[in-house]
């Protein structure tokens, strides 16, 4: 069975700091991949997707995924964070033939300002 | 407005009792799921419809039970076999299986 990780439970910047937040996943397949963020009483929102074609991914509000094959890797990117960026990232997976996506445990950022 | 809406925000069940979450979207999607969110555990897949009159399980399905008699409709009932049922439900739609997923606002169900 597939599986996603994200490494970073619990991430706290200052703002202006930049962000990497890790996801990898087990699949050795043609993958789908996804970022969404969940805002504190909002609903879980899609911040960017890869499905084919230039690795490096743009999404909403500055940030930037970047898939790396070999690593397995899908991790995502914001050069410049900023208090409203607080917020619970899930990275998740649609792999091979699959028809479910595959979440990872979360991260929850926590911006200082 | 198109979206996804699920109702209620929360609710409260007692001891032996089913309860219904409701899920309907206006968006003409034919796949819907439903999501089990825990502190720490990212979200879990419990049942997941494609079309019309036809479901799947999902990762953590025993405890739950879910119709789809119409497109925009999918409601999760969680019964008396589900142990710990305390969670924030997550109803979702896609066009079709393999495109992105849109999610609703959730539900939080609460043992008494």
Known sequence: ?113 | DGGITQSPKYLFRKEGQNVTLSCEQNLNHDAMYWYRQDPGQGLRLIYYSQIVNDFQKGDIAEGYSVSREKKESFPLTVTSAQKNPTAFYLCASSIEGRKTQYFGPGTRLLVL
Do not use: M
């Open chain 1, 1 to 113: 069975a597939q599986s996603v990780s994200q490494h970073n439970h619990h991430v706290i910047l200052s703002e202006a700091a930049s962000l990497e937040l890790g996801c990898n996943y087990s699949y050795g397949g043609t993958v789908n991949l996804f970022w969404y963020v969940q805002y504190p009483g909002q609903h879980l929102q899609l911040l960017l997707k890869y499905f084919s074609g230039d690795p490096l991914v743009k999404g909403i509000k500055g940030f930037e995924a970047e898939f790396i094959k070999s690593k397995f890797s899908f991790n995502l990117r914001k050069p410049s964070v900023q208090w409203s960026d607080t917020a619970e990232y899930f990275c998740a997976v649609l792999s091979g033939s699959a028809r479910q996506l595959t979440f990872g445990s979360g991260t929850q950022l926590t911006v200082l300002p």
